[in-house]
């Protein structure tokens, strides 16, 4: 999700008019910056599943990405306020599928911080080997720096965001332009040959490598989040953006990812970075330096881009009533929610500390967030289409594309046990203590007063006694024991002084206790009793 739309989506959940600023040019740049990140570390992760087959499967899966992208931009023309997944389930199945739709988009933000963190130093890494080991120490680094940028409010605005996007594109098309010119017939016969293999593996292995396929086109949820920003009428730039991203994408990804797996050998380079490795093969220096740039430039702002997706995530569940009211808070200094981003930056950094930056590792955890968001998605908005009556072709292409996405994440779920312990646990601790805080079971819980003048509701809505007070305030009223100023009666049930008192309940009135020869009441003589339960336990919120 870009930085423009996640201030967005927040603003519109606060009451702010947004009027529509970006076109489709400017909204196809927004979402090529975060879609165009995963060709540089996609290739590296695929040729560590299936070999030099892994153009085959980002080919074949382009084609359902095609239909899935149709529905984003769909999903983006209906939900003006920006959400994604999240406004879409929560219009089909409700609030707490619409919940469960946040804390999978927030699984897939925080490995996309991760993982792009990582990427962007290991380009780095190839002009400057001294880095290389410390990777994963440098990309914590930079996720804390990032954190503390976004902490004093510092921004980057939607044009810088897609003029790095832009200039990358540039920089990969001038790479698949110069990687065409310089290969050999032999390189096109085995790419040629890769492309035929691939139809004839098992089955099995097929649906695992185009299951995996789908990490080239992770950050698609990004165009449904910039539509409060986007120019009316949204369908249509939607509908041109969408085209253009897919154009972009066929353009790059799987020909990138042909030439790095087939011309290279990823086994004696590094395959964390291989579009560097295949620019300084076809292009020498100079290219190699242009494509590192933008690489770790782009790959930074992603991870920006995630951290603060996460934090407005956290903002919106909060609204909801399925995280803390504390995570809105914001600071006097700079305005900015402190504590959600702090949390949004330490949860990348856990996962970096538990799988030691490896690249490989957070893909295959990448995957569950990803492909969980796209299921939920597309299936929800079959949902809202059906419950429109909708049932021609467009429909029809739509559930086809919501089996293909939901046969892709069942594979991830058993072909990557490790990543479904993790995304699983991960998900199922935040929904079930979203659902928790939502029923409030472990919401903190104030003391309640029983004074009108320190509670503001408390003519609406008076709190309730428990029994044991009830017996007390009963014999308050009608003793001659009450203790006067002392007494811990509720105000409406204390028995005043005067020379006479009604009784609410019974209607009648009582004469004040007679003094005694002393002057003193026989009340102010009498022992003090222990102080009674005022409000039930249970009853204290």
């Not at 789908?214 to 910039?226: D, H, K």
């Not at 919106?316 to 959600?340: H, I, V, W, Y």
């Not at 569950?368 to 072709?393: K, N, P, T």
């Amino acid at each position: 999700m870009s930085r423009a739309t996640a201030v967005a989506g927040a603003s519109v959940r606060r009451g702010a008019v947004h009027f529509g600023v970006l076109g489709p040019l400017l909204c196809w740049a927004i979402v090529y910056a975060d879609i165009g990140t995963s060709v540089y570390y996609v290739p590296g992760i695929l040729f560590r599943e299936v070999g030099s087959s892994a153009a085959s499967f980002v080919l074949a899966t382009s084609i359902v990405f095609i239909f899935l992208a149709e529905k984003y931009a769909d999903i983006s023309a209906r939900y003006a306020a920006g959400g994604g997944v999240v406004s879409v389930a929560n219009d089909a199945f409700g609030p707490r599928v619409g919940a469960l739709g946040g804390m999978l988009i927030l699984v897939d933000y925080f490995l996309t911080a991760a993982i792009s963190a990582v990427s962007g130093f290991s380009y780095l890494a190839t002009m400057f080997p001294s880095l290389e080991h410390a990777v994963p120490i440098l990309a914590a680094v930079g996720l804390i720096l990032l954190g503390v940028l976004n902490w004093v409010g510092i921004r980057e605005s939607a044009t810088v965001s897609a003029a790095i996007g832009a200039a990358a594109f540039a920089v990969l098309i001038a790479l698949v332009g110069v990687a065409s010119w310089n290969i050999g017939p032999q390189h096109w016969e085995q790419i040629g040959g890769q492309l035929a293999a691939a139809g004839r593996l098992p089955l099995g292995d097929a649906v695992v490598g185009f299951s995996g396929a789908w990490l080239a086109f992770s950050g698609l949820e990004s165009l449904a989040q910039i539509s409060p920003a986007m120019a009316t009428p949204r369908r249509r730039t939607a509908s041109i953006a969408v085209g253009l991203v897919v154009v972009a994408v066929l353009a790059t990804s799987p020909l990138l990812t042909a030439f790095s797996t087939n011309v290279l050998d990823p086994r004696g380079l590094n395959p964390d970075a291989l579009q560097s490795e295949l620019a300084f093969a076809m292009g020498g220096p100079w290219l190699r330096v242009l494509v590192v740039i933008t690489a770790s430039s782009l790959l930074l702002f992603a991870s920006n881009t995630a951290l603060v997706g996460a934090y407005h995530i956290f903002g919106a569940l909060a609204d909801g009533g399925f995280l803390p009211g504390l995570l809105l808070n914001r600071s006097e200094r700079f305005g900015t929610p402190t504590l959600a981003i702090t949390l949004a930056v330490m949860m990348p950094i856990a996962v970096l500390a538990m799988t030691g930056g490896n690249i490989a590792t957070l893909g295959g955890l990448y995957a569950f967030g990803l492909l969980g968001a796209f299921a939920l998605s597309s299936i929800s908005l079959d949902r809202v289409r059906m419950a429109e009556g909708q049932r021609g072709l467009l429909f029809a292409l739509g559930v086809a594309t919501t089996v293909m996405v939901l046969v892709a994440w069942a594979t991830n779920l058993v072909a990557k046990p490790a990543a479904t312990i993790f995304g699983g646990s991960l998900t199922a601790i935040m929904m079930l203590g979203g659902l928790a805080y939502r029923r409030g079971i472990w919401r903190p819980r104030a003391a309640a007063s029983v004074t009108p003048e320190a509670t503001s509701d408390y003519s609406r809505r008076p709190p309730r006694i428990s029994r044991a007070a009830r017996k007390w305030t009963s014999r308050c009223s009608s003793s001659t024991k009450c203790r006067g100023s002392s007494c811990h009666a509720t105000p409406s049930r204390h028995a005043k002084p005067a020379a006479s008192s009604s009784n609410p309940s019974r209607g009648s009135t009582r004469r004040a206790p007679r003094p005694s020869r002393s002057g003193a009441s026989r009340a102010t003589r009498a022992k003090p009793s222990p102080t009674p339960p005022l409000v039930s336990a249970s009853t204290r919120s």
